[in-house]
């Protein structure tokens, strides 16, 4: 009787209207309780009764009620609602269908679900991994959460779960497209192939690599110059822009490479075959002869063309780099062989310095490599250093890039180029305060919102003694992007840069040769790029990035799940901090894991973790900065939520603050 009142309703509404409300974002914990999420500064307690309505992440409006003298929260209105989409693992709960999300903030979470239609669910076991959505939320008037299970990824113990289910959540392919029985060359009909078969060219890769798409070959000339033609694969020999299998890689965007394996963008037939630059086999191609002179300078001399080419020699990068290191050489070349690899490495010196003195060069840091048994489990995580075999075909595909760029800029106007804007505008006077404040050093505002400035301190700081303003300072550079107009890239500190050397892999780069060869043909461009294709590209690369973290993170859980009772020591280099500690990267393994303030020192009138600054300090002195290396021990390794915590093996004793004789200890 009391329930359909119409006169209670309304007085409930009234009473509800005169409570205050604030509007935030949930933040949950594993304690059960959670904290709407104001703003930077302001959180309110939100008790376990009231989390029930809402999931961590959900944007609402809360009342805002006082209980027991204390401000609390409680969810009244969703404005969105953060869990759509999501990866979970199957529970049964007395028999019925439940899902619990695979997200750290909603383990506690379990929803009830059911299959969606097609989908049987005598399939569903416990523990399997499943794509879900949720369908019903309480703050939408619903009784309560509900999900359906739309797809199952793999069973519970699959030892390749880390892989399909990273695809699965970023929404990404996990096999190679289907490719058609007979592939044929679909050139334009005046494109005429320049046989260059007869010219050493070599292929420099790693032993594993199927998808060869570059070939080098140089000489020098009479006049000291070096002349490097760069041969890439041609895809779009075979692919055109109307064809069906143009769309799939338009979809795709590019190769994506998980540790381990990866997924091509195009069928491996045609990417690990019919283009691929396979020693003693003709492949069409299209190439770049550019003279570079001996300070390293790209002279106007550059020719794009179409060929037919001939790897006639498929090296790898270890044994190229051994023998121009002249260390332990177990494999020696010969003839021509000898010759263009001499002659690429005195051009990878030349240009290497001029962009050390000119642009920009980033200190080399190690790769880190999973070597994984045929049962999927890591063998082994190897930190192969950048060596110079490496540099040397780095900077020929630099130089390619370089020359793709010009061409494209001064023929069209247009292509896809990596651009790079510098510094956020708002964070430059901040930048000019931290290296600059006693205006000594030739940084100023102005300075830096030019090319020139901006490499100019970038050089100036790999010169520091510390990485510690390199590390603060990056965090105020924008984000590369793909444009369609040439622009900068202030990053490389190049004034244009364009991609071309790597077809088989990147979609954009698919486009700049179709450019490239209308510049050869001097006619219209068969394809240009629309607006819409550095946003996606960016999307897609995004999403790539992110699923190579996970399936790291999830493998670096697996590997080190021993390492906190072993009681190893790793050395960690700290990336960044925050209020609540810090992260460090493991140098030995490329892995990262978190440091809380609690396990510096469990004392938090003692110990600020500054952020903005870079700072870990103890009674307002510096312990710790970005950049240190120092010496830890992890203590906890989380499998299920691919997590690493750690603490620093320099201990620093709970003394009470006020004491100056036990503070001086």
């Known amino acids: 009787m009391f329930q359909d009142n119409p006169l209670l ?46 999931v961590h992440g959900d944007k609402v409006v809360a009342l805002i009620r006082t209980e027991n003298e204390k401000e609390v929260a409680e969810p009244d209105e969703l404005i969105e609602q953060s869990l759509n989409r999501f990866i979970g693992r199957i529970k049964m709960f007395k028999g019925k269908l439940n899902v619990v999300p695979d997200l750290p903030q909603l383990k506690r979470l379990s929803l009830k679900a059911k299959a969606k239609k097609g989908l049987n669910p005598e399939t569903l076991n416990e523990g399997d991994w499943v794509v879900a959505h949720l369908i019903r939320h309480p703050l939408k008037g619903d009784n309560g959460f509900f999900a359906e299970i739309s797809e199952k990824i793999t069973d519970a113990n699959d030892k390749i779960a880390p892989w399909w289910v990273t ?93 381990g394996r990866n997924i091509p963008m195009l069928p491996r037939d045609l990417a690990d075959d019919l283009c691929s630059l396979i020693q003693d086999q003709e492949r069409p191609a299209l190439c770049c002869t550019v003279e570079v002179d001996n300070n390293g300078v790209i002279t ?51 240009r290497t310095k001029w962009r050390e003195e000119n642009a920009v060069v980033f200190p080399d840091r190690p790769d880190y490599r999973f070597e994984l048994s045929e049962d999927n489990d890591v063998i082994a995580i190897h930190a192969d250093k950048r060596r110079t075999a490496n540099k040397l075909v780095e900077e020929a595909m630099i130089t390619a890039n370089i020359c793709a760029g010009r061409v494209l800029s001064r023929s069209f106007e247009k292509g896809v180029f990596n651009t790079h804007a510098g510094f956020k505008p708002e964070k430059i006077k901040d930048i000019v305060s931290l290296v600059n404040p006693e205006a000594i050093l030739p940084f100023t505002e102005e300075s830096l919102k030019t090319l020139e400035g901006f490499s100019e301190l970038r050089r ?28 900068e890239h202030f990053a490389m500190g190049l004034d244009v840069y364009a991609t071309w050397t790597s077809p088989i892999r990147k979609y954009g780069d698919m486009i700049n040769h179709r450019l ?68 460090v990267r493991i140098l030995e393994n490329g892995s990262t894991a978190f440091i809380p303030a609690s396990l510096i020192l469990d004392n938090k009138t003692r110990i600020v973790c500054n952020g903005d600054e870079g700072t870990v300090s103890i009674d307002n002195d510096h312990v710790y900065k970005l950049g240190d290396v120092l010496e830890i021990v992890l203590t906890e390794v989380n499998i299920e939520n691919r997590s690493i915590v750690a603490k620093p093996t320099e201990v620093f004793s709970d003394i009470e603050a006020d004491n100056p004789n036990n503070k001086s200890e």
């Open 516 to 583: 490239l060869k209308a510049h050869i043909l001097q006619k219209a461009p068969v394809q240009e790029p629309d607006s819409l294709i550095g946003e996606e590209l960016a999307i897609h690369k995004k999403h790539h990035k992110i699923a190579e973290r996970n399936v790291a993170d999830w493998l670096y859980a697996r590997t080190l799940s021993n390492e906190p009772k072993n009681e190893t020591k790793f050395s960690g280099e700290i990336f960044d901090i925050n209020r609540a500690g810090m992260r």
């Open 167 to 259: 695809l699965a959540e970023n929404d990404l392919p996990n096999s190679e497209p289907e490719g058609i029985e007979n592939w044929s060359l679909n050139d334009d009909e005046d494109l005429n192939r320049i046989d260059m078969t007869n010219i050493p060219f070599v292929t420099i890769d790693g032993d594993s690599t199927k998808d060869m798409d570059d070939a080098l070959y140089a000489r020098q000339l009479d006049n000291g110059n070096f002349e490097v033609t760069i041969a890439i694969a041609d895809p779009t020999a075979y692919i055109s822009p109307e064809d069906n299998m143009d769309k799939v890689a338009r979809e795709r965007g590019f190769t994506i490479y998980l540790p």
């Open 460 to 487: 100036w700081l790999n010169d520091q003694d510390t990485t510690y303003l390199d590390n603060r300072i990056r965090k105020y550079q924008t984000y590369s992007e793909v444009c369609t107009t040439p622009s």
């Open 300 to 350: 106007d001399e550059i020719k794009f063309f179409a060929a037919t080419v001939k790897s006639h020699a498929r090296l790898a990068y270890d044994n190229v780099s051994d023998w121009l290191e002249e260390k332990d050489q177990c494999w020696i070349p010969e003839g021509e062989i000898a010759d263009v690899l001499t002659v690429l490495n005195e051009f990878s010196s030349a």
């Open 9 to 54: 309703a309304q007085l409930k509404q009234q009473i509800k209207e005169n409570i205050p409300k604030k509007e935030g974002t949930i933040k949950a914990t594993d304690k059960g309780f959670g904290f709407l999420e104001v703003d930077s500064k302001t959180s309110l307690f939100i008790p376990p009764p009231y989390m029930k309505k809402c």
